[in-house]
């Protein structure tokens, strides 16, 4: 394995909207989504999952999804993506004008059951479904599928890796456009990322293109390095690590954006992130959410002196 | 670069009781780190510093070291370090009986003169006369220079690293016999980390035996990791993260011992750690710095299912 330049840009994608905001109890207003949809485009985060296509019964959190779409969208070279759960949700991300839908596909078996009530070759039927709709459709909305508790489960435990290679073989088949590899439930190891990512790319090759980390043990940052050391340039994050582990209560959750934006800066890789505006969002956030448990490491330490030099 | 083989163990030292405790305002009782000592011990460490050889009107929280030295020497297998800062604490490191001592060495000039009011190489001068006097006392007591702040400095910013392996080469000609590289501050990435330790291996070959990382800005576990990845086999952690950041409240300081075990354990290295007898201790010096800035991934979250159904 060779050290990849360091001159490649990385993308962060921001998350905390949907994937942060549907695992707190309280609903954010919508006039403070706003807010922050925009101010983290003014930071130079160029895709940001604004919400997601599910019944407003189940997750009043995200219920304006459609509202925030339609903002994110005068946003200039933003790319707005919407989580999808099924046929109905597709539809409605299609209607929004969305740029791109994620898909979430479970590895693992029981998680899959327990989540959506379906195995995970019923979600790939599904997957092609979408496909169909959207390309009937006359849309450009971009696919893409995210293959959850790729790197265990804690439900059923250990995820069989070629059992995750052979799903991200049937989501291609079936229609997606791009793939990426998610530790739900913060299980991977560095050496584990860096060899499924490996074998992924074999599969997938630049369709595979996402790697989205949970920090609930302490090695969030380790496994995004990790697998940028073998070729992913994408990475989902939360700003102020929001979104929690309903597994381990009192972890964190997603890792913070503004510490994967730190992690880049200090290896000298672009990430056309602005870090005060970032990090005074960040403030903004965590204030509207005071009493929800918020993580990250860089807001509490600052930047290096080297770093500040250097800027 | 290949991913080294993931069978060769790594050794985890244990340096809360010096580096941790010489950060935190209350004395532990004697009789508590003597407690620690031991459940260190059973818990597998077998390597701990216990103390440091410099005047108790400087550091009264370390007046008992040659208490803690003569205790540790009767644990069997047991590596017993203490830290020395001139000839007179190496006299008294030689007259405890310590298995080994280090030698801090600042490649920072600016940390070098505000911390021992010496320059670099006045401190590798003194390092030469500690050899001398060492084997003059015909001691086997090891000789191990630890380069602080080698990955950058909150008073100098940039430490160039042709300096830090210029003192490297200067330290292993006055006569030390393992040197290793600290990111004293918080400072270090992970490209940083790989790139500096692996042209320090070039000076030092396997004398270099060292990396002591802090997590201040959230990369402490990617940066063992990248340490790991290009032959680094032993790591200086304190039990939950304590010992601090002076330079950043609130921010974390050492890695943290059972963190490290966890990474390396979840990468199946061998450490010789038992992790439950780990967290037991842990919980134990958490009561007894009730107040105290605790740190620390894995104890929140507890270990995935998965490694609990491969031990």
């Given at each position: 394995m060779d050290t990849p330049s360091p001159v490649t840009p990385v993308t962060v994608r921001e998350v905390g909207l949907r994937d942060g905001l549907q695992s707190i109890a309280r609903t954010l207003p919508t006039a403070h989504k706003l807010d922050w949809l925009r101010a983290a485009h003014a930071a130079g985060?160029?895709?940001?999952?604004?919400?997601s296509f599910v019944p407003a019964r189940l997750l009043p959190q995200l219920a304006d999804t459609a509202e925030l779409v339609a903002v994110a969208r005068?946003?200039?070279?933003l790319v707005t993506s919407v989580l999808v759960p099924n046929l109905k949700g597709a539809q409605a991300a299609l209607d929004s004008g969305a740029d791109a839908m994620l898909l979430p596909l479970s590895a693992s078996h029981a998680h899959s059951l327990a989540n959506l009530r379906k195995t995970p070759d019923e979600v790939v039927a599904e997957i092609g479904r979408i496909r169909a709709l959207r390309d009937s459709s006359g849309s450009c909305c971009l696919i893409e599928v995210g293959l959850s508790?790729?790197?265990?489960?804690?439900?059923?435990g250990r995820v069989d890796e070629t059992e995750v290679l052979r799903l991200l073989q049937a989501v291609l088949d079936a229609g997606a456009e791009r793939v990426g590899l998610a530790d739900t439930v913060g299980y991977a190891d560095p050496l584990q990322v860096g060899r499924l990512f490996e074998r992924a790319f074999k599969v997938a090759g630049d369709r595979l293109a996402c790697g989205h980390f949970h920090d609930t043990r302490g090695l969030g940052l380790a496994n995004v390095f990790a697998a940028w050391q073998v070729g992913v340039r994408r990475f989902d994050a939360c700003l102020a690590g929001i979104g929690g582990c309903p597994h381990a209560p009192g972890a964190s959750g997603n890792v913070a954006t503004e510490d994967v934006a730190y992690l880049f800066a200090s290896m000298g890789?672009?990430?056309?992130?602005d870090f005060d505006a970032l990090i005074a969002l960040r403030s903004q956030v965590v204030q509207w959410l005071a009493g929800e448990a918020t993580h990250g490491a860089i807001a509490r330490a600052g930047l290096p002196k080297t770093m500040k030099e250097a800027a």
């Open positions: 985060q160029r895709e940001i999952e604004v919400g005068t946003l200039p070279g508790t790729a790197f265990g489960c804690t439900i059923q890789v672009p990430t056309g992130l």
